[in-house]
């Protein structure tokens, strides 16, 4: 006995030949996509070490600031004991502002016209002027030692 021909068949084989197409055209879409990916991956990675690294310079940078500031201070000599008087901001803001002006701060009393180093050599026991650059010209370098 012969087999059966089945009329369908011709069909049936265009059928699966378009469904070999479309699989075929999704499938190079899928590996377009994956490349796209790919790519994105590889410039996340790219990113992330830049960043890593922004964070190190950025530790650095802070740790660098935190030294130099400490090495201002280091030589700072700080006197305490001294009395003096202090000026409000605006007081003082209008005293400059009237030096400025030209007015020589006139309607400023005279203890807001001093300045806080005026007022420690008229106020503090020490001899003159010139001998306290003396003395604090003596200790400073002996800091340095």
């Not at 059928?15 to 796209?36: C, R, W, Y």
């Not at 400490?70 to 030589?75: K, L, V």
């Amino acid at each position: 006995m012969a087999p059966k021909k089945n009329a369908n068949l011709p069909d049936k084989v265009e059928e699966i030949k378009k469904s070999l197409d479309f699989l075929s055209a999704e499938i190079k879409t899928v590996a377009a996509q994956q490349n796209k990916i790919m790519e994105l991956m590889g410039e996340i990675q790219s990113l992330k070490i830049q960043n890593i690294e922004k964070d190190k310079k950025i530790t650095f940078l802070e740790n660098r600031v935190a030294d130099l500031e400490q090495y201002t201070r280091m030589n700072d000599l700080i006197i305490s004991g001294l009395k003096t008087r202090h000026r409000s901001y605006a007081r003082a803001a209008a005293a400059s502002e009237d030096t400025a002006a030209g007015r020589g701060g006139a309607d400023a009393p005279e203890v807001d016209r001093e300045s806080l180093e005026q007022q420690i050599v008229l106020a503090a026991p020490f001899p003159s002027p010139s001998v306290l650059r003396l003395l604090l010209n003596a200790i400073v370098p002996s800091l340095y030692k």
